[in-house]
Nanobody, 124 residues
Framework: QVQLVESGGGLVQAGGSLRLSCAAS????????MGWFRRAPGKAREFVAA????????DYADSVKGRFTISRDNAKITVYLEMNNLKPEDTAVYYC?????????????????WGQGTQVTVSS
């Protein structure tokens, strides 16, 4: 019902920056929490960041705290993930997800809609 399309991934060297975007269409989840997850090859899906509808509440994984910033533009129904000081360990497919809950959550089971993912590769 909700379509999420990520963009902005690519190849960047360590220390560089990228900004991922997630555009929503169809039934909107603008009033619900949104989040980003990532999955590295051979590893389980990992929570990255989440944000509530107003943008006043956010949560970050310890591994990205201080380097990544999640934000949203409800008028454009778009969620962003600004990634700074990227490390090779950040290499993964990044997924945008929409939660059915209004509060920020890091639990993957609370996110019911998922984008197709965008590849982020960080070289040394």
């Amino acid at each position: 019902q909700v379509q999420l399309v990520e963009s902005g991934g690519g190849l960047v060297q360590a220390g560089g920056s990228l900004r991922l975007s997630c555009a929503a269409s169809g039934r909107t989840f603008s009033s619900y929490a949104m989040g980003w997850f990532r999955r590295a090859p051979g590893k389980a899906r990992e929570f990255v960041a989440a944000i509530n509808w107003s943008g006043g509440s956010t949560d970050y994984a310890d591994s990205v705290k201080g380097r990544f910033t999640i934000s949203r533009d409800n008028a454009k129904i778009t969620v962003y993930l600004e990634m700074n000081n990227l490390k090779p360990e950040d290499t993964a497919v990044y997924y945008c997800a929409a939660s059915r809950r209004v509060v920020v959550t890091s639990t993957s089971g609370d996110f019911r809609s998922w984008g197709q993912g965008t590849q982020v590769t960080v070289s040394s």
